[in-house]
């Protein structure tokens, strides 16, 4: 069964880029998903961050977009998010994620990994 | 950007309890809206897809109905283990989540 567990640092200087790498078992990356990240910062709600396909194609949030890189690296089977410039707003647990997707982009999220929590620092 | 509106942000019930939660979008999303479960420490997990559809392995229980702009979200009895943080998310242009609504114990 398909799996993501997400990793990288869990302390971020400000103004510096974040970045996370989540690896996918038990499913390949080419096959029929988009691959996605969202964030919840502590005690607060989700926030969709943008999502990926096997071939590049990418969405994002407009809030973030001039922030964010998505990409993709299918020979080790997973994917990675850049965020750069942050903040202490930047603070949060960051999820990646399996997304069905349809003509016009993502649908929905239905599997998770376990989230990995982000502090970024002054 | 399409807001996602959620009510209430919070929820106090009673064991056996028939639960409702609606989520209302700020423009024509027709019925492309899920809803998500989180319990504390744990990642969200996809009960409902496209506004009425029980994900696969998710109790009956669980329901969905809605289209447009109104869409809501029942639990037809409250268990202790569905407590949880409930989210709706809409993915008609891009993704938007709700606020969430937290679900307690009474």
């Known amino acids: 069964q398909v799996q993501l567990q997400e990793s990288g640092p869990g302390l971020v200087k400000a103004s510096e880029t974040l970045s996370l790498t989540c690896v996918v078992s038990?499913?390949?990356?080419?096959?029929?998903?988009?691959w996605g990240w969202i964030r919840q910062p502590p005690g607060k709600g989700l926030e969709w961050i943008g999502g990926?396909?096997?071939?590049?194609?990418?969405y994002y949030s407009p809030s973030l977009k001039s922030r964010v890189t998505l990409s993709v690296d299918t020979s080790k089977n997973q994917f990675s998010l850049k965020l750069n410039s942050v903040t202490a707003a930047d603070t949060a647990m960051y999820y990646c994620a399996r997304a069905n997707y349809y003509s016009s982009g993502i649908r929905r999220f239905d599997r998770w990994g376990q989230g990995t929590l982000v502090t970024v620092s002054s | 950007d399409i807001q996602m509106t959620q009510s209430p942000s919070s929820l106090s019930a009673s064991v056996g309890d028939r639960v409702t939660i609606t989520c209302q979008a700020s423009?024509?999303?027709?019925?492309?809206l899920n809803w998500y479960q989180q319990k504390p420490g744990k990642a969200p997990k996809l009960l409902i897809y496209d506004a009425s559809h029980l994900e696969t392995g998710v109790p009956s229980k669980f329901s969905g109905s809605g289209s447009g702009t109104d869409f809501s979200f029942t639990i037809s009895s409250l268990q202790p283990e569905d407590i949880a943080t409930y989210y709706c998310?809409?993915?008609?242009?891009?993704?938007?989540f709700g606020q969430g609504t937290r679900l307690e114990i009474k």
């Open positions: 998310q809409q993915y008609d242009n891009l993704i938007t």
């Open positions: 423009q024509d999303i027709r019925k492309y």
């Open positions: 990926i396909f096997h071939s590049g194609t990418t």
């Open positions: 038990g499913y390949s990356i080419t096959t029929g998903y988009y």
